[in-house]
């Protein structure tokens, strides 16, 4: 009767862990691995679009990355990403630009562009970024993954991997409107 209980017992974990395999293999009760690309009025005729996703960095901190097109009433567009960390996490060195480097050892530099984000340019967020992205879009392939290299204050540099499908979403930004 012992080995019988056993046997059963030992039946029921091995069909236990079939059916969480295959729970866990379909994705059931996961998040969406992507945003989706929205698009925002802030003033008449002048529309952002913009795509949100949260990524690690190289110690498992989250990132928020936002990438977006702002396109002005007198027709000019403008793209670029913010990076957000953790408040208190980390202190960006903005003299430096954001360093991308794709999957085949490519590297690209974008200027920072964070003193047109804070509404007190004496006290600025020391944990976010803004970057212009602008010249580079043409040369960003959406294959192709990357990894930002965010300078800091404090020597070591934040990198931020970006997946080909977060930059393809990054190019659909750019390229609508």
């Known amino acids: 009767m012992d080995r019988w209980i056993r046997r059963v017992w030992a039946g029921m ?21 992507w945003a989706t690309v929205r698009t925002l009025e802030e003033a008449p005729g002048q529309v952002v679009v913009q795509s ?4 690690q960095d190289q110690r498992g901190r989250s990132w928020q990355v936002i990438a977006f097109k702002r396109q002005r009433p007198d027709g000019t567009a403008t793209f670029a990403v913010r990076l957000v960390g953790f408040p208190g996490s980390v202190t960006l060195d903005r003299q430096q630009p954001l360093t991308l480097t794709n999957s085949l050892g490519k590297t690209f530099t974008a200027a920072d562009a964070s003193g047109k984000i804070f509404t007190d340019a004496e006290r600025p967020e020391p944990h976010v970024g803004q970057y212009d992205l602008q010249p580079l879009l043409s040369q960003l392939q959406a294959e192709i993954p990357l990894q930002l290299a965010l300078p800091t204050v404090e020597g070591e540099a934040v990198r931020l991997m970006v997946p080909a499908a977060l930059v393809k979403e990054w190019q659909a930004v750019a390229n609508a409107g």
């Open 13 to 33: 974990r091995r069909g236990l862990v079939l059916v969480l395999g295959i729970i866990l293999g379909l994705g059931w009760g996961m998040p969406a691995a």
């Open 52 to 55: 949100r996703q949260t990524v």
